[in-house]
């Protein structure tokens, strides 16, 4: 069964304070990675997919890297706006698969 | 472009009642998932429409059931309410299906089971 395990589940940073987010994962072939921004009251906000070992990717202030068995979600100098929690997804390559979430962290980015 | 539209947003509904909610997907996508989020197990898959077919379902109980009209518009159906149904359900839209993981996510519908 596809498990995602992300930590820590809060985190709350002064602004300008970088950091990294974990998603640890378990699954039988991986198709890909997702990462997803969510604002209270709103639905999820596509980010990322990464697809391979080594692949990074960037958008502002975050970069998303993925190994064979975790993905790290680095934000550099953070803004209060920032702050939202940060979802990560996985589907697996055995066909028409759902995306399998983890928990979420909750980032705080404080001025 | 216009996003995920899902209605009701707010709900209160009481044990044993049964609650139906609407999601427009954004136009021209043909695939809408549905996702119930809840503090306590995160985001988890109900079932996905493809062109009016059910091409996943997740592991919930038969009271929890869908359907996807011509129009791509999709419903959810939860028959004899349980206290633990109240949830943020989450309805996601996409062009070809969860194949791209690029899900465009409507703004929820918040449902309280009392």
């Known amino acids: 069964e596809d498990q995602v395990t992300q930590s820590p589940e809060a985190l709350r940073l002064q602004e300008g304070e970088s950091s990294s987010l974990n998603c640890s994962y378990t699954?039988?072939?991986?198709?890909?990675l997702f990462w997803y921004r969510q604002d209270p009251g709103k639905g999820p906000e596509f980010l990322f997919t990464?697809?391979?070992a080594g692949e990074e990717k960037e958008k502002e202030r975050l970069k998303a890297t993925l190994t064979k068995k975790e993905s790290f979600l680095h934000i550099t100098a953070p803004k209060p706006e920032d702050s939202a929690t940060y979802l990560c997804?996985?589907?697996?390559?055995?066909?028409?698969?759902?995306?399998?979430f983890g928990k979420g962290t909750r980032l705080s980015v404080i001025a | 472009k216009a996003g995920v539209t899902q209605t009701p947003r707010y709900l209160i509904k009481t044990r044993g009642q049964q609650v139906t909610l609407s999601c427009s997907p954004i136009s021209g996508h043909r695939s809408v998932s549905w996702y119930q989020q809840t503090p306590g197990q995160g985001l988890q898959f109900l079932f996905e429409?493809?062109?009016?077919?059910?091409?996943n379902k997740g592991n919930f109980p038969g009271r929890f059931s869908g359907r996807q009209f011509s129009n791509s518009r999709s419903e959810m159906n939860v028959s004899t309410l349980e206290l633990g149904d109240s949830a943020l359900y989450l309805c996601a839209s996409s062009l070809q299906g969860t194949n791209t993981g690029e899900l465009f996510f409507g703004e929820g519908s918040r449902l309280t089971v009392l």
């Open positions: 990464l697809y391979s």
């Open positions: 997804a996985v589907q697996d390559n055995s066909g028409n698969t759902p995306l399998v």
């Open positions: 699954v039988s072939g991986l198709r890909g």
């Open positions: 429409y493809f062109s009016e077919t059910q091409r």
